[in-house]
C-alpha cells in the first residue's frame, strides 16, 4: 500500500524505515525531512514525494523521485539501485543524488528537472541519464536549472547532462566525467555553449557538446594522441 506523512509544525525524523509496496509522500511544512543519521534505508517504496521548508536527507531504495525544499536548505538522496528523477528543487540550497549501484536516470519529461545552487550527481557503477541515437532524441538527458554554484557529475557509464535555463553554459561549470566507456554528454537546451577549458580533453570515449544557439570553442576537446576519441559538436541555431 502507501504511506502519507505531514508534519505541520516541526521536522520529520525517520528512525526506523518506512517500507511501502507503493507510493511514499512525506510533507514537513516548516521543517526538515531526515533519517536515522546512519547508513541504514530510510524509506522503501516506489515512488518517493518529499516536501520540506529546510532541508531532505534521506537514504532511499525506491524507483522514482520527487523532492522540494521551499526555504534554506539541500537535498540529499543515497539510492541503492536505479533511481529516475522527476522535479527535484532546492529553492535555496544544493542536490546532491548519489546511486550506489545502479543508475541516475531522466523521466524524459522535459517540464520536470533538477533546480539547486549547485547540482552533484554519483552513479559509480551506472549510468547519469542517458542518449539515442535511432532515432535521435535528447530526452534521456538529465534536465538541470543551475543556479549559481556548478554541476558535478560523476559515473561509471553514460553521463547525459542537458541544461535548460542558461542563456550561456561554461563547460569550466559544468564538470562532467565517466569511468567507464560511454557517452559524455552536455548540451545547453537554452542558449549558447562556451568550452572554456580543456576537462574534455581527457575523456577516452564519445564526446558530445552542443546547443540550440551558438557553440565557442576557447580549448582543445579533441586529444590528438588518443586515436579512440570521438568529438561530435552540435549548434542547432
Known amino acids: 500500500g502507501n504511506i502519507s506523512l505531514t508534519e505541520n509544525t516541526s521536522s520529520i525524523v525517520l ?39 529546510t532541508g531532505i536527507d534521506l537514504d532511499t ?8 525544499v521551499t526555504g534554506t536548505g539541500d537535498i540529499v ?32 519529461n522535459n517540464s520536470t528537472y533538477i533546480s539547486a545552487t549547485n547540482i552533484t550527481l554519483t552513479a559509480s557503477s551506472g549510468n547519469i541519464g542517458s542518449f539515442q ?3 535521435l532524441s535528447y530526452d534521456g538527458f538529465i534536465d538541470v536549472a543551475l543556479g549559481t554554484g556548478a554541476l558535478t557529475a560523476t559515473a561509471g557509464g553514460n553521463v547525459c547532462i542537458g541544461e535548460i535555463a542558461k542563456s550561456e ?34 575523456i577516452d570515449d564519445y564526446i558530445m557538446l552542443g546547443s540550440v544557439q551558438d557553440v565557442t570553442i ?20
Open 133 to 135: 541515437t535511432s532515432p
Open 77 to 108: 538522496i543515497d539510492e541503492t539501485n536505479d533511481l529516475t528523477l522527476t522535479t527535484v528543487s532546492a529553492a535555496s540550497g544544493d542536490v546532491t543524488i548519489t546511486s550506489s549501484s545502479g543508475s541516475i536516470l531522466d523521466d524524459e
Open 61 to 68: 531504495t525506491i524507483t522514482t523521485l520527487s523532492a522540494s
Open 218 to 237: 576557447n580549448n582543445p576537446v579533441i586529444n590528438t594522441s588518443d586515436v579512440t576519441q570521438t568529438v561530435e559538436i552540435l549548434a542547432y541555431r
Open 15 to 53: 528512525d526506523w524505515p518506512v517500507n511501502a509496496s507503493g507510493t511514499v509522500d512525506l510533507t514537513s511544512s516548516n521543517g526538515s525531512i531526515s533519517g536515522d543519521g546512519t547508513s541504514t534505508v530510510d524509506v522503501l517504496g516506489t515512488t518517493l514525494t518529499a516536501t520540506a521548508a
Open 169 to 202: 553554459v561554461k563547460t569550466s561549470v559544468y564538470t562532467i566525467s565517466s569511468t567507464g566507456a560511454a557517452v559524455v554528454g552536455l548540451f545547453n537546451f537554452a542558449g549558447d555553449l562556451t568550452i572554456d577549458d580543456d576537462d574534455f580533453n581527457s
